[in-house]
């Protein structure tokens, strides 16, 4: 069959022992290949007598699919693991090719450098495992047809931020680290980089001691040095992490971690106080929680079936998280192990936003049922409905002293108010003609953000509703904003494709960051507010303001 220029190749990467499995997939991928969206090539395509090396790397580099079909025999490839995965991650990192792992046979593969992408079959469960292995390779068809259909609607184009993954970008022997970065990296902060073992509770790092640590000049022979140590003491650090870290240096990339484990909108990202991890909720139906420095999975939350979940809060000692969304509930579950704990229904239409008392004692959440509810975090006993706005309540988020709330509405009016009785203290309707999509309180308690559809951010007094000054940085929607844990800077994000950071108390911009493809739909801060996570379709970014 002749293809036509809309035809997507698919490149197969498999050990020789699968060859049998490899057929079978080829066999039920047929019918896509006679309708002509995809073409397929695989090595026993090579033609005797030709430079096979040459012609593998002309079709790895070319397709847009590249299947990785893992098995033992796969891992323990030289050429499939160390050649073949390695350019086929670098094309994805880069934004120019999809890679979709296809697990066969029984493997530990999660922590291979493709073990933050969505394998198939469903949920990872290896095709020989598999009662009917029709149905396992059918399952697999279907994932990837997914891919073909967003491919063919929204073809490939390498992101503008790109980190590179090839360790000759490492700072050579004459370069030298920020002079923030003066410290060598401690047993503790290693394992909170790449989440090996939990952080003691007394443990936490001091202003001069961050994860991202290193020697004050570092030559690439030394990182390689360091690396092998690593590998050989099974700290479980890779070569794809220290590479991308390296690199923000040596290019200048604001960029830390690309996190890509949703494959639909990612409505909501939060960091949790302890700062090692970040937990992510979107169109896919799941709440995903991954370590913040690394990206590493470390959780998928299940239980909002078939709908999307639009809110996410951390309990303050990030021990729980409460997650709510369009099936009107909101559940509280244990971030460790995931076992649901109790589900609070008092909304009666979808939730949009989920607030946790500093204190720890009470959440909020704000709804299209025009309501704020607050309710005990603890026994999920109802306590207050607030019903002060005449439309959807949009956000909703506490003073510092647990004491009052700040919540958003269409009805174009932020309303400040106690939460044991709804009295009201002030309100602020700065945003006369637009829908209001977000509030944000700053941790010193003085002050309150507020922005929406006007494509402006209006900080004013929280107490007297005094307007303090305007930012108007962004283009489009500003779907949410965030204070810095200090109080001094406050992050944006807009459907512009900008997250946008400046000053607190003056407005002076300080940075934008252009590293999304599309709308941007949350953003959050790192405890210590040196960097900032911000989510738009598919993926989290993980980054440093300038």
Known sequence: M??????????????????????????????????????????????????????????????????????????????????????????????????????????????????????????????????????????????????????????????????????????????????????????????????????????????????????????????????????????GITWWTLAEISSQYSTANPLLVLYQGHHEAVWRVRWSLDSTRIVSGGGDHTVQIWYAYSGRPFYTYHGHRDTNVRAIAWSPDSTRIASGGDDKTVQVWDAASGALIYIYDGNKDIVWDLAWSPNGRRIASAGWDRTVQVWDAQTNQHI????????????????????????????????????????????????????????????????????GWDKKVQVWESITGNHVYTYSGHTEVVMEVAWSHDSKRIASASTDRTVQVWEALTGDHVYTYRGHTGRVYSVTWSPDSKYIASSQDRAVHVWQPG
């Open 2 to 235: 002749s293809t036509n220029s809309n035809t997507i190749e698919v490149f197969y990467s498999y050990a020789d022992a699968d060859e049998l499995l490899c057929n079978e997939l080829e066999k039920h991928l047929s019918l896509l290949r006679h309708q002509g969206f995809i073409s397929i090539w695989h090595k026993r395509q090579i033609i005797a007598g030709t430079d096979w090396m040459e012609i593998l790397d002309q079709h790895l580099n070319a397709a847009s699919i590249i299947l990785l079909l893992v098995s033992a025999d796969f891992l323990a490839s030289d050429y499939c693991y160390g050649t073949e995965m390695k350019s086929a991650m670098q094309r994805h990192q880069a934004g120019d090719a999809r890679v979709i792992p296809i697990i066969l046979r029984t493997v530990d593969w999660q922590d291979a450098p493709f073990g933050m992408l969505k394998a198939l079959p469903s949920n990872g469960n290896p095709v020989t495992l598999w009662s009917d292995r029709d149905a396992a390779f059918t399952d697999v068809v279907r994932g990837i047809k997914g891919v073909i259909e967003d491919l063919r609607t929204s073809p490939l184009s390498p992101p503008s931020t790109v980190r590179s993954t090839d360790p000759t970008n490492f700072p050579q022997a004459s370069d030298t680290l920020p002079p923030s970065i003066v410290t060598p990296v401690s047993s503790q902060e290693i394992d909170l980089l790449e989440g090996r073992d939990p952080l003691p509770q007394q443990f936490s790092l001091s202003p001069d001691r961050r994860p991202f640590s290193l020697p004050r000049k570092i030559s690439r022979r030394s990182i390689i040095s360091v690396l092998t140590a690593f590998i050989a003491g099974s700290v």
């Open 384 to 451: 207050y409905t607030y019903r002060g706005h005449s439309d959807t309540v949009r956000s909703v988020t506490w003073s510092p002293d647990s004491v009052h709330i700040a919540s958003a509405s269409r009805d174009l009016l932020v309303r400040v108010w106690e939460a044991d009785t709804g009295l009201s203290v002030a309100s602020y309707n700065g945003h006369p003609t637009d829908t209001l999509m977000c509030v944000a309180w700053s941790p010193d308690g003085r002050y309150i953000a507020s922005a």
